[in-house]
């Protein structure tokens, strides 16, 4: 059984900067692929974006392009989302989420991270 564990959050004021890791148990075909999500108070949880582990070739949604950046540490089981010019919309409980390639349910899961950002 794959497991996730996310740090790195905390309180930040917005323009500021946060960087959170995943860590992975193992790297499996099952979590061939690492997501970020989030999920704001109130609100669904919003897939923000995605690296696989052997490409290393990162996938954002349009309103985090230009200030995340996703990376992985492979021989260190570790996804990286950098996070720049915070805003208050980006406060919520961040999660990483592994899947295998070739599918779009992610099994696996984080137990999350909480990112506020303060004005």
């Known amino acids: 059984q794959v497991q996730l564990v996310e740090s790195g959050g905390g309180l930040v004021q917005a323009g500021g900067s946060l960087r959170l890791s995943c860590v992975a148990s193992?790297?499996?075909?099952?979590?061939?692929?690492i997501g970020w999500f989030r999920q704001a108070p109130g609100k669904e949880r919003e897939f923000v974006g995605h690296?696989?582990?052997?490409?290393?070739?990162?996938y954002y949604i349009d309103s985090v392009k230009g200030r995340f950046t996703i990376s992985r540490d492979n021989a260190k089981n570790t996804v990286y989302l950098q996070m720049n010019s915070l805003t208050l919309e980006d406060t919520g409980v961040y999660y990483c989420?592994?899947?295998?390639?070739?599918?779009?349910?992610?099994?696996?899961w984080g137990q999350g991270t909480q990112v506020t950002v303060s004005s």
């Open positions: 989420a592994g899947r295998a390639g070739g599918t779009q349910e992610y099994n696996y």
């Open positions: 193992q790297r499996t075909f099952n979590t061939a692929i």
């Open positions: 690296i696989a582990w052997a490409l290393g070739i990162p």
